[in-house]
Protein backbone atom coordinates (compact mmCIF):
# COMPACT_ATOMS: atom_id res chain seq x y z
CA UNK A 1 0.00 0.00 0.00
CA UNK A 2 1.32 3.21 -0.57
CA UNK A 3 2.12 5.67 1.83
CA UNK A 4 3.92 8.97 1.46
CA UNK A 5 4.98 10.58 5.38
CA UNK A 6 5.51 14.17 5.39
CA UNK A 7 7.86 15.78 8.43
CA UNK A 8 10.30 18.52 9.63
CA UNK A 9 7.24 21.46 9.75
CA UNK A 10 7.37 24.10 12.72
CA UNK A 11 6.96 26.83 13.76
CA UNK A 12 9.70 29.56 12.66
CA UNK A 13 10.08 33.43 13.12
CA UNK A 14 9.96 35.38 9.39
CA UNK A 15 12.78 34.73 7.21
CA UNK A 16 13.79 31.58 8.33
CA UNK A 17 14.15 28.30 6.85
CA UNK A 18 12.53 24.62 7.31
CA UNK A 19 13.33 21.55 5.16
CA UNK A 20 9.86 19.71 4.77
CA UNK A 21 10.66 15.97 3.77
CA UNK A 22 7.92 13.45 2.23
CA UNK A 23 9.36 9.74 2.79
CA UNK A 24 7.61 7.35 0.17
CA UNK A 25 7.14 3.30 0.05
CA UNK A 26 5.85 1.31 -2.33
CA UNK A 27 6.44 3.77 -5.06
CA UNK A 28 9.95 5.29 -6.55
CA UNK A 29 10.27 8.75 -5.87
CA UNK A 30 12.34 9.22 -8.63
CA UNK A 31 10.27 7.56 -11.59
CA UNK A 32 6.69 9.40 -11.02
CA UNK A 33 5.71 13.05 -10.94
CA UNK A 34 5.90 14.10 -7.49
CA UNK A 35 4.75 17.52 -6.00
CA UNK A 36 4.20 19.88 -2.96
CA UNK A 37 0.94 21.46 -1.90
CA UNK A 38 -0.30 23.73 1.37
CA UNK A 39 -3.30 24.85 2.31
CA UNK A 40 -4.16 27.45 4.68
CA UNK A 41 -7.45 27.47 6.73
CA UNK A 42 -10.15 28.65 4.79
CA UNK A 43 -8.80 28.54 1.60
CA UNK A 44 -8.41 26.00 -1.11
CA UNK A 45 -5.45 23.62 -1.40
CA UNK A 46 -2.33 25.28 -3.61
CA UNK A 47 0.12 24.27 -5.89
CA UNK A 48 3.93 24.83 -4.67
CA UNK A 49 6.34 22.98 -6.46
CA UNK A 50 6.65 19.87 -8.40
CA UNK A 51 9.40 17.80 -9.97
CA UNK A 52 8.70 15.40 -12.63
CA UNK A 53 10.57 14.15 -15.62
CA UNK A 54 10.95 16.74 -18.15
CA UNK A 55 11.59 18.98 -15.14
CA UNK A 56 10.76 21.37 -11.61
CA UNK A 57 7.78 24.10 -11.79
CA UNK A 58 7.41 26.86 -8.90
CA UNK A 59 4.56 28.88 -7.61
CA UNK A 60 5.41 32.17 -8.26
CA UNK A 61 4.89 32.96 -4.67
CA UNK A 62 7.70 30.68 -3.79
CA UNK A 63 10.08 31.17 -6.84
CA UNK A 64 13.64 32.13 -5.65
CA UNK A 65 12.91 31.23 -1.75
CA UNK A 66 11.77 27.33 -2.33
CA UNK A 67 13.67 24.33 -3.64
CA UNK A 68 12.24 20.76 -4.30
CA UNK A 69 14.53 18.02 -4.68
CA UNK A 70 14.40 14.09 -4.16
CA UNK A 71 16.95 11.74 -3.31
CA UNK A 72 16.74 8.31 -5.00
CA UNK A 73 18.39 6.65 -2.14
CA UNK A 74 16.24 7.39 0.84
CA UNK A 75 12.93 7.66 -1.96
CA UNK A 76 12.10 10.81 -0.42
CA UNK A 77 11.74 14.02 -1.72
CA UNK A 78 12.63 17.51 0.14
CA UNK A 79 10.93 21.27 0.28
CA UNK A 80 13.84 23.61 1.58
CA UNK A 81 12.00 26.72 2.19
CA UNK A 82 14.46 29.97 2.65
CA UNK A 83 13.01 33.44 3.19
CA UNK A 84 9.66 32.39 4.85
CA UNK A 85 7.17 35.14 5.64
CA UNK A 86 3.95 34.70 7.18
CA UNK A 87 1.82 34.12 4.27
CA UNK A 88 4.13 30.70 4.17
CA UNK A 89 2.08 29.89 7.14
CA UNK A 90 -0.13 26.48 5.53
CA UNK A 91 -0.47 22.43 5.58
CA UNK A 92 2.17 21.61 3.68
CA UNK A 93 1.12 18.38 1.77
CA UNK A 94 3.09 15.84 -0.44
CA UNK A 95 1.63 14.15 -3.28
CA UNK A 96 2.30 11.58 -5.92
CA UNK A 97 1.60 10.01 -9.24
CA UNK A 98 -0.18 12.10 -11.94
CA UNK A 99 -3.03 10.66 -12.91
CA UNK A 100 -2.77 12.06 -16.77
CA UNK A 101 -5.91 14.22 -16.14
CA UNK A 102 -5.66 18.05 -15.98
CA UNK A 103 -2.29 19.83 -15.04
CA UNK A 104 0.26 18.87 -12.43
CA UNK A 105 -0.10 22.01 -10.98
CA UNK A 106 -3.76 20.92 -9.81
CA UNK A 107 -4.38 19.04 -6.54
CA UNK A 108 -7.10 16.70 -8.22
CA UNK A 109 -4.61 15.59 -10.59
CA UNK A 110 -2.51 13.30 -8.10
CA UNK A 111 -3.14 9.77 -6.79
CA UNK A 112 -1.70 9.78 -3.72
CA UNK A 113 -1.34 12.31 -0.50
CA UNK A 114 0.18 12.27 2.95
CA UNK A 115 -1.31 13.51 5.49
CA UNK A 116 0.25 16.90 5.77
CA UNK A 117 2.87 18.98 7.97
CA UNK A 118 2.26 22.04 9.80
CA UNK A 119 4.22 25.42 9.19
CA UNK A 120 3.76 28.11 11.46
CA UNK A 121 5.58 31.71 10.27
CA UNK A 122 5.65 34.38 12.95
CA UNK A 123 5.81 38.03 12.18
Known amino acids: QVQLVESGGGLVQAGGSLRLSCAAS????????MGWFRQAPGKEREFVAR??????TYADSVKGRFTISRDNAKNTMYLQMNSLKPEDTALYYC??????????????????WGQGTQVTVSS
Open 95 to 112: AAEFTGYGSTTEARSYKY
Open 26 to 33: ELTVSSIT
Open 51 to 56: VRWNGI
